[in-house]
């Protein structure tokens, strides 16, 4: 990894069984990551995705850029939009791409995107990464 070097984007699909599966791991049965008349009753689009699931995609992605699980040294993130979830069966996407902004002392330093219907759904979102 070299400074400002874009790292390939990675797109990860989302789909109301996800979110079931991840309340279930979480503990997190929220309604409104289920039900769509609670989920609009609170002012959202509808069912949304856990917000810790879509800053585990991010971390999925800086994973396989770095190439193991021991080489992610920081993760950080603001929740900045809901990610909706339709109730069909395609779901939604959520991109995550990247920019090396530094590399010093084996450490690289990088800057996240992630996107969802073209909206930003993560701010401030950095990553450590051993290199």
């Known amino acids: ?48 995705a856990h917000g810790m699931l879509t800053m585990a995609l991010a971390g999925r992605a800086v994973t396989e850029w770095a190439g193991a699980p021991d080489a992610v040294l920081d993760l950080g993130v603001r929740f900045t939009r809901p990610v909706p979830v339709p109730d069909d069966d395609a779901g939604t996407e959520v991109e995550v791409s990247a920019v090396v902004a530094a590399v010093a002392d084996g450490r690289a330093e990088l800057e996240l995107t992630a996107t969802c219907w073209g909206e930003k759904v993560l701010g401030k979102a950095r990553a450590v990464v051993r290199v």
């Open 1 to 48: 990894m070299e400074a400002g070097q874009r790292l390939p984007a990675r797109t990860f699909r989302v789909t109301r069984a996800d979110l079931v599966h991840y309340a279930g791991a979480s503990g997190d049965f929220n309604p409104i990551h289920w039900n769509e008349r609670t989920a609009r009753a609170v002012g959202l689009p509808g069912v949304i």
